[in-house]
C-alpha cells in the first residue's frame, strides 16, 4: 500500500555529504568514506536503469538483472507501480541498492524515499530535491551537461552528477573534456552507452556509467525473455569488473 507523499519526511538527517571541504576542516583530517548508495556505485560502476510497461514485467526484469550480477539498480518513475517495485526489490535484497530514476519534483522524491529508495536520478538538477537531501542518508544524483551546470550542483551540494546526455554531445571523448577541470567531481555517464563501452567511460573518467537499453533491451522485454536479459546484465558487471584492472 503507497503511503502518502505528505506523510513522508524528506529529510533523514545524518552528517552532511558535500563534496567540497569545510572551511575550518584540519589540514591533516582523513578523507570521509563516501555515504552507502555513492559507494555502491564506485563499487558497482554500473547502475542498471529499468523501464518497464508493467510492474509484473519491471519485477521479473529487475529479478533477472540481479540474477546476472547486477548490483546497483533504479527504476523510472514513470514505470507503473514503481513504488511498489522499488518497495519489493527491498525487501529481496537488502544488501543491494535501489533507486529511482527521473524524478522530476520533490513529491515523486518523497515517494520514491518512502518506498525505500536509496539514491534518486534526475535529468537535470532539481535544486528542491538537492536542498532538501543535503544531509539525508539518501542519495541525490542530478544531471549535468555543461561546466557551469557542474558548478552549479556541485556549489548547491551536489557529491556526485550524472551527464546527460552524454552519447549525443560526443560520448567518451565529450566525457573526458569534462571531466578535466573537475577532476574531484565524480561523475556518471548516461544516456545511449552500449555494454563494450564501459571501459572507455571510465578511463575517460567516468566513476560508472548507467546502462538502460543494453540491459533492459526493448525487444528482450516486449518478448519477457527476462534469462537474455540476466545474460546481458552478467556481460555488463563483468565487463565493468574489467574496467577496473
Known sequence: MRVAATQLPLLAISPPRRWRRAQHAPAAAAPRAPPGALAAILRSRV????????????????????????????????????????????????????????????????????????????????????????????????????????????????????VYPVSVMGGEVYMSALKKPFPHVPMIASQGIQIGSIKGYVEAGASAVVLSDAIFDKELMRKGKFSEISELASLATFEALQSIK
Open 47 to 162: 547502475i542498471a536503469c529499468l523501464r518497464a510497461e508493467d510492474g509484473e514485467a519491471a519485477l521479473q526484469a529487475a529479478h533477472a538483472a540481479v540474477s546476472g550480477g547486477v548490483t546497483v539498480l533504479e527504476v523510472v518513475m514513470s514505470t507503473p507501480g514503481v513504488l511498489e517495485v522499488v518497495e519489493d526489490l527491498c525487501r529481496s535484497y537488502p544488501s543491494l541498492t535501489f533507486g529511482v530514476g527521473t524524478v522530476l519534483n520533490a513529491a515523486d522524491a518523497r515517494k520514491a524515499i518512502g518506498a525505500g529508495a536509496q539514491f534518486l536520478m534526475s535529468p537535470g538538477t532539481v535544486m528542491e530535491i538537492l536542498h532538501d537531501l543535503e544531509e539525508s542518508k539518501v542519495l541525490y544524483i542530478p544531471g549535468v551537461l555543461t561546466p557551469t551546470e557542474v558548478l552549479s550542483a556541485c556549489s548547491a551540494g551536489a557529491e556526485v552528477v550524472k
